[in-house]
């Protein structure tokens, strides 16, 4: 009898950021170090988030997210995804719970208030445009060299 293919699936978002983070950390962190920082006994199943065959749990995301360096209500909005297919998470939570930011968002939201004396500052575009550049590219230049 003929074995049939397996055929991967698509990797969900979740699995790719926590990838992507832990690559980030990693010449700092194993695997078995983040397992045990975030409440795990078994190292293998941060290699199962990160390939996707396991959910991380909704009740775990926090202590994941501080032990990997990431931003714990970002990654909290992945992990729904993980349970909610095919929905809208974003949406949802835009209806339920407004724009949610992450604690740099809002640190950056505060010190614009704070240059503009808590006005509503009008920016241009070309000023919009520095901000991206800077975001984008100069805090990380800037963040290196300090």
């Known amino acids: 009898m003929a074995r049939t293919p397996k055929v991967d699936k698509p990797k969900s978002r979740i699995a790719s950021y926590i990838e992507k983070k832990i690559d980030a950390i990693a010449a700092y962190k194993s695997q078995k170090d983040i397992a045990e920082q975030a409440g795990y006994e078994n190292p293998s199943i941060i290699s199962m988030f990160k390939r996707g065959d396991a959910k991380v749990p909704l009740d775990r995301v926090y202590d994941l997210a501080k032990v990997i ?5 970002y990654m909290f909005r992945l992990a729904l995804e993980q349970y909610w ?34 006005a509503d500052p009008v920016f ?18 800037a963040a290196r060299t300090a």
């Not at 835009?94 to 240059?115: C, D, H, P, Q, Y």
């Open 85 to 118: 297919s095919g929905k809208n998470i974003d949406e949802a939570f835009a209806n339920i719970f407004g724009t949610i930011v992450s604690a740099n968002e809002v640190a950056l939201l505060e010190t614009v208030r704070k240059a503009a004396n808590d």
């Open 69 to 73: 360096e990431a931003d714990p209500r």
């Open 124 to 141: 241009t575009s070309a000023q919009l445009e520095q901000i991206a550049a800077v975001v984008s590219g100069g805090a990380t230049k």
